[in-house]
């Protein structure tokens, strides 16, 4: 597990958590096989489809190798599994994660989370909501090259409008501290009414930003982890989605109220249906699309 995700994760009762930080490249791979040298796993559930994940796991003894099928694996992923789930087309991300449970027998699908979250964090959480009602807004997905999934700042202005007119509800903006992210809470923050805005955007833990969401009426992002985050802690979650698909990756208990603006992006920019056409592996969306 990376860091970013173990922070997230930390306290989950049950599991031990061995950290790899991705920028040791292969050196932080060698160090994580020679702690791990006396260590033989019963079972290796290959659930990551990046090369890095596949290079890492050749360090790692495991009785069996679980890996994707053919059709779902990436980066060539089946080439370092032994044993490959059967085929589940077009599955939802999270479908795609209960097969290797099915695999393993685990006949209950309840879907319980169970994220911990610290009195510290619920501290840093009122201390910047304070005490009434609130959105959860995260503007930004990940920053990195290409990356096309981010909405508009009118868009966003417009939303926390109608919620502090409509509903009295202020909307408070989450996000990292990259100049990006903060560029972009300014902008929507000057776009809105004195008081109807909270601007976080680079200063919360991620425990912090679980808190919030924890607490929160809704939460509205693009495909990030915070939406996610909200599926998780049963928070309703309104994902804006143009250039990935709702139907696999959107917040899997919110799946109908996710905005899907993917079919026109794929018809406007690929030129053709959603069968055909894969936003992200090919064409050039907007770099902020319209949800209206």
């Known amino acids: 597990m990376v860091r970013g995700e173990h922070s997230l994760l930390a306290g989950l009762s049950g599991v031990e958590f061995i950290v790899y930080d991705k920028a040791t490249g292969i050196a932080g791979m060698r160090a ?14 290959h659930m990551q489809q990046a090369i890095r994940a596949s290079l890492l796991s050749l360090g790692l003894k495991a009785n069996v190798r679980v890996g994707y099928d053919k059709a779902r694996a990436k980066d060539a992923q089946h080439w370092f599994t032994q044993y490959q789930l059967a085929p589940h087309p ?11 449970a099915r695999v393993l027998g685990v006949e209950d699908n309840r879907l319980e989370w169970g994220l911990p979250v ?31 999934r981010n909405w508009s700042v009118e868009g966003y202005a417009s939303v926390i409008e109608h919620a ?37 955007i680079g200063g919360t833990s991620l425990k912090g930003v679980l808190a919030l969401i924890d607490q929160a009426q809704a939460v509205i992002a ?24 709702p139907q696999r990756a959107a917040p899997y208990l919110w799946r109908e ?27 050039t969306p907007p770099q902020r699309h319209d949800a209206n």
């Open 32 to 45: 994580l096989w020679r702690q791990l040298a006396d260590t033989r796993f019963d079972v290796l559930l």
């Open 90 to 100: 077009n599955a939802h991300v999270l479908e795609s994660f209960m097969d290797f």
């Open 118 to 148: 610290t009195d510290t964090a619920r501290n840093e959480a009122q201390v910047i909501s304070g005490e009434a009602p609130y959105l959860v807004i995260n503007p930004c997905s990940n920053v990195r090259l290409r990356n096309f």
């Open 164 to 200: 502090w007119v409509q509903y009295g509800l202020k909307s408070v903006l989450t996000g990292g501290g990259s100049a990006l992210e903060r560029e972009i809470g300014d902008q929507i923050e000057a776009l809105c009414q004195p008081g109807s805005v909270i601007n976080a």
């Open 222 to 245: 693009p495909d990030t982890g915070p939406i996610h985050m909200a599926n998780a802690m049963g928070t309703p979650a309104l994902g804006l989605y143009a250039s990935t698909n």
């Open 257 to 283: 109220f996710a905005v899907n603006a993917y079919p026109e992006a794929v018809r406007t920019y690929l030129h053709k249906s959603v069968d055909e056409g894969k936003l992200g592996a090919a064409g």
